[in-house]
């Protein structure tokens, strides 16, 4: 069973440019999420999609950042205009419907590592 | 709010056992998972606390202590592969398998 997947796994991008960043959860599973492990801190939550619809989506850094999840599969997380801070790597992972699998773990992509210059 | 603290950094020897520490505080808890990172790989899960005690999964296990407000990974004979980052992470109640995460301790096993 392929795991979740992740592409690019690095950008390195001008400040003011876009960047789409693409995960691919594993198939089946309804719950997708977005985090984010800036330079020496802890992976912090973005959002949350259950299916195609944003469950939670107050880890947000600010109205730069667009996630989508259209059709309820892979997702995207575009970064438009990029600052500088936006550098870090970004974490997809995934999870099946609660109630399903006895603890409810996520399973994690490798990471998207954005360096903005 | 919530705040997750474990120690930065650790280090052991091949072959030792290692306790690593994990303290929260969170309003409505509903599980403590420790997942393993090695450098530019993907977090995998380890192990999943949800009732006080502990659970054994091979050469890991973890402790929990809810009314402390305390968890503990703890690695026994430990290899130079153990060499990693672990994540402790609390998942609240009715947050849809949300998890918060500490920032990590980076664990050192040396020859």
């Known amino acids: 069973e392929a795991g979740v997947t992740q592409f690019p796994s690095h950008s390195v991008i001008e400040k003011g440019q876009t960047v789409t960043l693409r995960c691919d959860p594993i198939?089946?599973?309804?719950?997708l999420y977005w985090y984010r492990r800036v330079m020496g801190k802890e992976i912090k939550f973005l959002l949350h999609f259950v299916k195609e619809s944003k469950q939670d989506e107050s880890g947000m850094p600010n109205n730069r950042f667009l996630a989508e999840r259209t059709g309820g599969t892979y997702s995207t997380l575009k970064v438009q205009p990029a600052e500088l801070e936006d550098s870090g790597v970004y974490f997809c992972a995934s999870s099946p419907r609660p109630g399903q699998g006895p603890t409810g773990e996520l399973f994690f992509g490798e990471g998207s590592r954005l360096t903005v210059l | 709010g919530q705040n997750i603290d474990q120690p930065t950094e650790m280090t052991a020897t091949e072959g030792a056992i290692v306790q690593i520490n994990c303290t929260y505080q969170t309003s409505g808890f509903n599980g403590l998972f420790w997942y393993q990172q090695h450098a530019g790989e993907a977090p995998t899960f380890l192990s999943y606390n949800v009732l006080d005690g502990l659970e054994e999964k091979g050469r890991f296990s973890s402790f929990l202590s809810r009314s402390k407000g305390y968890s503990y990974l703890l690695l026994k004979e430990l290899q130079m592969k153990d060499s990693a980052s672990y994540l402790c992470a609390v998942r609240r109640s009715g947050g849809y398998n949300k998890l918060i995460f500490g920032a990590g301790t980076r664990l050192a096993v040396h020859p």
């Open positions: 198939s089946g599973h309804d719950n």
